[in-house]
């Protein structure tokens, strides 16, 4: 299916400090140059989703990406797994499955590739990425989401988010009834057996706000939703400019590192997810918080701040799309990759007719941030932009390759349906992203 210099600490204390040298000089992107991973065969029909990228400690990078439903009604597998020896350069299909919303990730001496077609499905290698087992199902009789989010390795385990549909009783985009849920596993188990995986507790975002199911929101102040709800159904606010109800997706999991921060737990027993906040604005991301408990459960919950006060949104840099955290223990610092906005206040009458839904469903521009605290970001640069309206760079994932970022992009050219159905997965590579800091 598919062709083809450590910093020093000092400067942490410098975080969003001016540099002298670069005052006044305009934001060039730093990788705009890219190669194509995969592309549609056709265009028009079948859009390319969940770019997922992992670097193997050989040096190798390992890739993979799928094609729409409408491949997979076809009969064949409609995600691909590639390997690159070169850099990224040149890429090799190793093996096929039928799944969606895959994410590669490293596990003790295995490689492992987990997403869902319903169920949770999971395949493994144990050769650096070059032959598969069949994929093998960690459920039974459920309905999952997500995406090629990140995954954290803390206490000898692996830690990443999956997101259960609770209920399809919202029609369109589901986002509402969603829990995120944090799987955890030991590195040294097998991972295809279901048995080796814990999951957490579920919190359901619908059941977070009193109202949301008669519309009638008891939340004010910050604006949100943008634009009103009509839970279950959607809310056509303008011809072909739907707004779903509100939620959360496309989780993260981090732990807070520093033992100064508010949310640090000095246990290492507490993780927090950052997802899309799905309101019909821009500039809040969506949080929730995973406690290990004595006995080896976990129970989701939402965090506090010193008030007492609940923080189930915050204000994050691209926080309206899909985003991808990775953190790099050399800097002490957390980088972001996301989607930047540049006219969610524009008027719905005035957008382009070829702009995809609603003013904040901006998907043109891949911008990269950093952060040491998960609140405070610095813009660190412009990544790549894709062409206006149709084109897109967007639903990033990164990996650390040495001094360099590697990044595979579910993105769009001038042939693109919209920008939300791309036709091409683009390869791009910032180098020695470290000195970006200042």
């Known amino acids: 299916m598919h062709k083809f210099t450590i910093l020093p600490l000092l400067f942490l204390g410098a975080v969003c400090a001016a540099r002298a040298d670069e005052a006044g000089r305009p934001v060039r992107a730093l990788a705009q140059a890219h190669g194509v991973f995969d592309q549609s065969p056709d265009a028009q029909n079948i859009p390319l ?18 094609r729409a439903v409408q491949w997979k009604k076809s009969g064949k597998p409609n995600a691909g797994i590639q390997t690159s020896d070169d850099g ?19 596990a003790g001496k295995s490689v492992y590739y987990m997403g869902h077609s319903d169920d949770l ?3 493994r290698s144990d050769d650096d990425a070059l032959t598969w087992s069949e994929p093998v199902r960690l459920t039974q009789g459920q309905f999952w989401h997500a995406t090629a989010a990140n995954t954290w390795h803390a206490n000898g385990n692996v830690y990443l988010v999956m997101e259960r549909v609770t209920s399809k009783e919202i029609k369109s985009f589901y986002v509402g009834l969603l829990a995120p849920v944090l799987l955890r596993a ?7 057996r279901p048995e080796s995986w814990t999951f957490a507790s579920e919190l359901v975002f619908a059941d977070i706000i009193p109202g949301y199911r008669q519309n009638n929101l008891q939340m004010d102040f910050f604006g949100v939703p943008f634009f009103g709800q009509t839970y279950p159904d959607l809310n056509f606010v303008a011809p072909k400019r739907p707004m779903h109800p509100i939620g959360w997706l496309e989780a993260n999991v981090v732990q807070i590192t520093d033992p100064d921060h508010y949310w640090h737990d000095p246990k290492g027993k ?14 809040y991301a969506a949080m929730a918080k ?19 006060k609940t923080q189930l949104f915050l204000p994050f840099p691209g926080g309206q799309m899909r985003f991808h955290i990775t953190y790099d223990p050399r800097t002490r610092l957390y980088w972001l990759l996301g989607t930047q906005a540049t006219d969610s206040m524009s008027r719905l009458e005035t957008l382009d007719a070829k702009r995809f839904e609603l003013p904040s469903n901006e998907r043109q521009r891949l911008v990269l941030h950093y952060s040491k605290n998960m609140v405070d970001w610095c813009f660190a640069g412009l990544v790549a932009v894709g062409p206006k309206n149709v084109g897109s760079r967007h639903y990033a994932s990164m990996d650390i390759d040495g001094d360099d970022l590697v990044i595979l992009s579910r993105s769009g050219d001038e042939h693109a349906k919209t920008a939300h159905n791309g036709n091409i997965i683009t390869f791009h590579r910032i180098k020695n992203f470290r000195e970006l800091v200042y």
């Open 49 to 66: 989703y969940t770019p997922s990228i992992l670097r193997l400690d050989s040096g190798r990078l390992v890739g993979a990406s799928e």
């Open 88 to 106: 990224g350069k040149t890429w090799t299909l190793r093996a096929e499955a039928t799944m969606t919303h895959g994410r590669l990730f490293k």
């Open 121 to 123: 499905k999971i395949m």
């Open 186 to 192: 030991k590195e040294s188990a097998d991972l295809t």
């Open 270 to 283: 507490t993780f927090h997810l950052f997802m899309r906040a799905h309101t019909g604005g821009t500039g």
């Open 290 to 308: 995973v406690t290990e408990n004595d006995d080896g459960t976990m129970t989701t919950s939402l965090e506090k701040v010193p008030s007492g």
